[in-house]
């Protein structure tokens, strides 16, 4: 149930990502939570407001490498 869940919620996000893979993304949010914890930013709404701002950018335009 898990891994279905995780399929549906960012299957359409990374659909029109050709070079944009669900690794990439992962390695991308780890170095957003290595970098608020070294600025040593708590409030974590910001690095989740950071996600879903690359999410919905990424969604929106097509991102070449």
């Given at each position: 149930m898990?891994?279905?869940?995780?399929k549906s919620q960012y299957d359409d996000i990374?659909?029109?990502q050709p070079?944009?893979?669900?690794?990439l993304r992962?390695?991308?949010i780890d170095w957003l939570f290595e970098v608020s914890y070294?600025?040593?930013i708590e409030d974590?709404?910001?690095l989740f407001q950071a996600i879903?701002?690359?999410?919905?950018?990424?969604?929106?335009?097509t991102v070449p490498m």
């Open positions: 898990i891994m279905g869940e995780y990374l659909a029109s070079y944009i893979s669900r690794e992962a390695s991308l070294k600025m040593r974590r709404s910001v879903s701002l690359m999410d919905r950018y990424t969604e929106s335009m």
